[in-house]
């Protein structure tokens, strides 16, 4: 319990300290054009340009990149199978980043396309839908694999892969979001303003 006290005060604690004295030096993020104060009334949307349809389409790819590592992910953990393919974990990963990035790419170039400029959260939101289709996944490994009838295990069950679920929603629309303002970043700084 000491050492791990001595490795809070010791190494958590100031390296917090020193990413807030470097976070706190560097500069804002400045827009390449500047926006009007008084907003722009949004036209009506089309029925595919809805928030939760939006999520259910741009999470089938990421996911259909993943979904056969989510199989031996889960064995590993679940049913103490030893896990041996990190190279290929490692490959999928990167196969899930660019599709993540493409798919808000393209999710967000279609909102502006529509005149709806509200695409911060919405991005967010839509990018990591594929965090949905893992939890629907989740449960369909949890009645058709593993053998669990007790309550304490099953919210065990549950407990971790909601935790694994959120952590896959913020990573995924994280890298959605990021890739999305790069974008919009690029095509607005090739906009002449007379």
């Known amino acids: 319990m000491v050492a791990l006290l001595c490795m809070w005060f010791g190494i958590s604690l100031p390296l917090v300290y020193l990413g807030y004295y470097f976070g706190f ?44 590592e989510l199989f031996f992910i889960f064995s590993a953990i679940w049913e103490n199978q030893f896990y041996y393919l990190f190279g290929f974990l490692f490959l999928v990963f990167i196969i899930l980043v660019v599709s993540c990035s493409q798919i808000s790419i393209v999710m967000v170039y279609f909102q502006l396309c529509a005149e709806d400029y509200r695409w911060w959260w919405r991005n967010f939101l839509v990018s990591g839908g594929s965090a949905f289709y893992v939890l629907v996944y989740a449960i369909f490994y949890f009645v058709n694999k593993l053998d669990i009838v007790e309550f304490i295990p099953s919210l065990l069950y549950f407990g971790y ?34």
């Open 25 to 68: 030096r560097k500069q804002p993020y400045d827009n390449p054009v500047r926006t009007n104060q008084i907003p722009r009334q949004i036209p009506e949307q089309r029925w595919y340009m809805n928030r939760f349809v939006g999520i259910l389409m741009a999470g089938i790819l990421p996911f259909g990149a993943m979904f056969i």
């Open 161 to 194: 892969t909601a935790l694994m679920v959120l952590s896959f929603w913020l990573l995924t629309g994280t890298i959605g979001f990021y890739a999305a303002y790069m974008f919009v970043r690029k095509i607005y700084a090739a906009v002449k303003i007379d």
